[in-house]
């Protein structure tokens, strides 16, 4: 800069201060420019510093980045993943194409127009310094994806196995629980497309862990139940000559094998049996209605509930609901049995007990045993007694026979005696006996003694003729 010194200050002062603006309007004009021009020439460009993954794509024309992208969604989908699998050695492969993964090539040109909207010369200056890469932007047919992926979750898939207690011949039997496993596609779905937002090398290598699934049921929770030992048992026989009264018994024996009670859970005869009829499996035998024996459908069930009813009152089980049949029965003395009927009569007792109760049932030759178990440590003893017992002769009956003679006399039907019978349940604790309950009076019917008899006149020349 050439200064021209005159002698005043004041003329030299205004000169300088002129050349300055000057000065400083020439550089504005040419910085103007220069973004101007710059400005027209990245409108349709990409900024410096711009990668597509490993493709330095900074100052091209959109035209070739969009070529580029042809060309570089058509390779992907020929890359593969590698799928590893906690526990197995050989990897699961599949290309992108298989998995139903494009590149969204439109959403990365979304991605870099953006970033020249609006201009920002920092922004500019940053990715030219520093580089940007443009994360992989993946679009994925669902249907397509877990379509291929189903059949692998299929074949790994283990449901859990919750621990089980059962009776079996008399004793109690543990299984352990078991883990299930399985693949949660979506986790995978998540965890392909993370990956392949960074633009990796191929062929991809994932790595799975298998979904542990818990039992609903373990083996702690098994044991926190209680159940250690027998805590009652009753045993009942019944004649193997009656195979439709077998049949009956053994099925109803088994719809009760294994029951779960928990505390304060009530049982139900009639719930679990239901009506024990022809289309549930049950055949005819005698059964007792209105103080006489005739065939019905599950006659001889009636003996499990008595059975299940002896058991559960020496286990000191509350009982809710019991009835005695109208006629004496032969497998167990009046005040001991327990008829059922549907939506009738019932046998209800209530676990009162502060442990699971699980009942076991089984049928070996005639004998049909119903055993609780428990946790003896939390049952109280307990005895069952006849406190009275009446017998009730059987009444005579005759029926007249017009072509009989008076003298003629047959026994039609031979007559049983009925009963009353009171009983009761003595609960010890300690060997001391604490409370005595009264389990009800029961009254069954006698059976009449029924003749027939003629009603002729006797005729002396007749006698001795049987007729």
Request: glycine share 6%; hydrophobic share 35%; net charge neutral.
């Amino acid at each position: 800069m050439v200064y021209y010194f005159i002698k005043s200050d004041g003329v030299m002062t205004i000169i300088k201060s002129k050349l300055v603006k000057v000065l400083l309007a020439v550089l504005l004009v040419i910085a103007s420019l220069l973004v101007i021009s710059e400005n027209i020439y990245f409108k349709k460009r990409a900024p410096l510093g711009i990668y597509i993954g490993p493709n330095y794509v900074g100052g091209k024309t959109y035209e070739k980045i969009e070529t580029l992208l042809e060309e570089i969604k058509t390779e992907l989908g020929k890359k593969e993943i590698n799928l590893y699998i906690s526990g197995e050695d050989m990897p699961l492969n599949f290309s992108l194409e298989e998995m139903g993964i494009t590149l969204q090539k439109e959403r990365i040109m979304e991605e870099i127009i953006c970033l020249n909207t609006p201009f920002d010369y920092r922004e500019r200056i940053r990715i030219y310094r520093g580089g940007a890469n443009i994360p992989g932007c993946f679009t994925v047919k669902d249907e397509r994806f877990f379509s291929v992926l189903s059949p692998v979750k299929e074949e790994r898939y283990k449901p859990p196995q919750s621990a089980l207690i059962w009776a079996e011949e008399g004793k109690l039997k543990l299984r352990p629980h078991k883990r299930g496993t399985d693949l949660q596609l979506e986790q995978i779905h998540k965890k392909v497309m993370q990956e392949l937002a960074n633009w990796p090398s191929f062929p991809l290598t994932i790595q799975l862990e298998m979904e542990y699934l818990p039992p609903e049921m373990s083996i702690s929770h098994i044991l926190d139940r209680g159940i250690k030992s027998e805590i009652a048992a009753a045993s009942t026989y019944f004649s193997t000559t009656s195979t439709n009264r077998s049949h009956n018994i053994i099925l109803a024996a088994n719809k009760l094998d294994n029951l779960l009670l928990a505390p304060e859970d009530i049982f139900s005869f009639n719930q679990i049996i239901g009506e024990a009829s022809l289309e549930d499996g049950y055949k005819e035998a005698p059964v007792i209605v209105n103080d006489r024996l005739i065939m019905g459908p599950g006659g001889g069930i009636c003996q499990v509930s008595s059975t299940i009813y002896n058991a559960a009152l020496r286990a000191g089980l509350s009982i809710e609901e019991r009835h005695n049949h109208g006629l004496p029965v032969g497998y167990l003395p009046p005040g001991y049995d327990a008829t059922v009927a549907f939506n009738y009569k019932d046998l209800k007792f209530t676990n009162n007990a502060p442990c699971y109760i699980l009942i076991h049932t089984q049928v070996l030759d005639n004998e049909l045993k119903a055993i609780f178990f428990g946790d003896p440590s939390k049952i109280r003893k307990v005895k069952i007694r006849t406190k009275s017992l009446q017998i009730i002769d059987p009444p005579v009956h005759y029926r007249k026979v017009e072509d009989k003679p008076s003298s003629y006399r047959n026994l039609i039907q031979e007559g049983k005696p009925g009963y009353t019978a009171e009983t009761i349940r003595i609960f010890y604790e300690n060997e001391k006996e604490v409370f005595r309950e009264h389990l009800g009076k029961n009254y069954y019917a006698p059976t009449p003694e029924i003749y027939a008899v003629g009603i002729l006149p006797d005729n002396e020349n007749d006698a001795g003729i049987e007729r």
